[in-house]
């Protein structure tokens, strides 16, 4: 393992998050933001779109675009999700999100643990958000409050506000990465630019994980799988479907 995925590992631990910069090439990245904005305009695409027109996240996106494997099998951001939840852990959802100028922020939150009487403590989930877009202070970089995933809470407490000075705005070149654990309490911060700022977040849990409780995530197609790499298949096991009714463990 490189000294740097190695640094990235030990700040996910005791920050509940990292950054790992330019992994790929910023061409790519905004050729991607491009396609998925035309796809969030596309009214076939909406019965994979939630939002408004200040925020929106477009859900299935492995499906709708060969590029997103890159994101998505990437050896760096593979190493440390594998890390924190186990060889066999999958990917289970990558989105597109765009937040537009003039978008209020989103509210604070930890994601995926309302299913949880008291959160764990082992990780559940690593999420990422790829910078498809550069993520400024001004244009709604995601925000971050750092050591809370050690708090345990499922909610932020009720004295934290959407602006609180607590919250830490994570930038960076479009092509870079930011991983976090899933209980750190997190948003979109508002859009105060005049440009669109567009991620890509890609969500990995443990195989234990019953992913049924996220009612926006997609299935793998089977023909998205038949033209994954090796390495992409093994991050997906056994996600192939067209509908969700067809592969999510419904309790
Ligand atoms: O769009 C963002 O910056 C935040 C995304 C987010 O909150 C999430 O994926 O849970």
Request: aromatic share 10%.
């Amino acid at each position: 393992m490189s000294t740097d995925v190695q640094n990235a590992i030990e700040h996910l631990s005791t920050y509940g998050y990292c950054i790992l910069e330019d992994r790929l090439p910023a061409a790519l990245a905004s050729q991607l933001a491009e396609r998925f904005l035309q796809l969030h305009a596309d009214p076939a695409y909406t019965p994979y779109v939630i939002g408004d027109n200040h925020y929106q996240t477009l859900f299935g996106t492995l499906n709708l675009d060969e590029r997103v494997q890159q994101f998505a099998a990437h050896p760096d951001v593979v190493t440390v999700a594998r890390h924190f939840l186990g060889q066999g852990c999958r990917v289970v959802e990558a989105c597109s999100k765009p937040t537009w100028p003039g978008a209020p922020a989103q509210p604070l939150h930890v994601d995926s643990a309302s299913a949880f009487q008291q959160v764990p403590d082992v990780p559940w989930m690593i999420n990422t958000m790829w910078m498809l877009t550069d993520f400024t202070a001004d244009n709604g970089a995601t925000g971050v409050v750092p050591m809370s995933h050690r708090s345990r809470l499922k909610s932020p407490p009720a004295d934290m506000a959407d602006d609180s000075p607590l919250i830490k705005p994570i930038t960076g070149r479009s092509g870079s990465v930011m991983l976090w654990h899933g209980g750190l309490l997190h948003l979109a911060r508002a859009n105060r630019s005049n440009t669109i700022r567009v991620g890509l977040n890609i969500a990995y849990y443990p195989r234990w994980f019953n992913n049924w409780m996220e009612g926006g995530h997609q299935p793998i197609w089977p023909e998205t799988y038949e033209r994954m790499s090796l390495q992409m298949k093994a991050l997906c096991v056994p996600r192939r479907g067209h509908t969700r009714a067809e592969m999510y463990e419904n309790p």
